[in-house]
T-cell receptor, first 115, second 112 residues
Framework: GAVVSQHPSWVICKSGTSVKIECRSL??????MFWYRQFPKQSLMLMATSNEGSKATYEQGVEKDKFLINHASLTLSTLTVTSAHPEDSSFYIC???????????FGPGTRLTVT | GQQVMQIPQYQHVQEGEDFTTYCNSSTTLSNIQWYKQRPGGHPVFLIQ?????EVKKQKRLTFQFGEAKKNSSLHITATQTTDVGTYFC????????????FGSGTRLSIRP
């Protein structure tokens, strides 16, 4: 149980274009999902918290207009990187938490390369 | 702000040797979680410790939560090549318990 999927697993895009990443909880409902970014050889940094049916909450320093989050259902959250630039190249990982449980279950991640 | 640090940053051991990573938080934690991330992979939950002084074992892995609930350790006995990866501790955010803050991680590599 507690499987989270992400799509795509990797994507290459040109500077200035937008990229959408999907995160799905496959066997449970997730009212809250989290989006992280991980640069090479670094730890995971929380970008935003995605809440089903309401606006996402963003961490300090993360531009909400650049990283658009939509959590339209209890099993799907999307992150859209708008007007991507090379510095946005990173490993983006989503996670979901079972209700009343502390641990988070992570998706396999999406490796974004902006050329 | 709240920080969770791990030492060492890297550890390279001979297969069969033991390995320990230490996790230190700037604030008291209600619980501590440990995750393992294989190279190119995503973090996988290993365990959660809740009680002060708690010790839990998973086969060759031993997890401890400090008495003050500000530090923790993960010890692997007789490492195997399958243990390769980065080990992260994580704890609830001081400002919002539903979010977790990850430690800096310890990368373990093993000589066969």
């Amino acid at each position: 149980g507690a499987v989270v999927s992400q799509h795509p697993s990797w994507v290459i895009c040109k500077s200035g274009t937008s990229v959408k990443i999907e995160c799905r909880s496959l066997d449970f409902q997730a009212t809250t999902m989290f989006w992280y970014r991980q640069f090479p050889k670094q730890s995971l940094m929380l970008m935003a918290t995605s809440n089903e049916g309401s606006k996402a909450t963003y961490e300090q320093g993360v531009e909400k207009d650049k990283f658009l989050i939509n959590h339209a259902s209890l099993t799907l959250s999307t992150l859209t990187v708008t007007s991507a630039h090379p510095e946005d190249s990173s490993f983006y990982i989503c996670s979901a938490r079972l209700q009343n449980h502390g641990e988070q279950y992570f998706g396999p991640g999406t490796r974004l390369t902006v050329t | 702000g709240q920080q969770v640090m791990q030492i060492p940053q890297y550890q390279h051991v001979q297969e069969g040797e033991d390995f320990t990573t230490y996790c230190n938080s700037s604030t008291t934690l209600s619980n501590i979680q440990w995750y393992k991330q294989r190279p190119g992979g995503h973090p996988v939950f290993l365990i959660q410790l809740v009680k002060s002084g708690e010790v839990k074992k998973q086969k060759r892995l031993t997890f401890q939560f400090g008495e003050a609930k500000k530090n923790s350790s993960l010890h692997i006995t007789a490492t195997q090549t399958t243990d390769v990866g980065t080990y992260f501790c994580a704890g609830p955010r001081y400002s919002s318990a539903s979010k977790i803050i990850f430690g800096s991680g310890t990368r373990l590599s093993i000589r066969p």
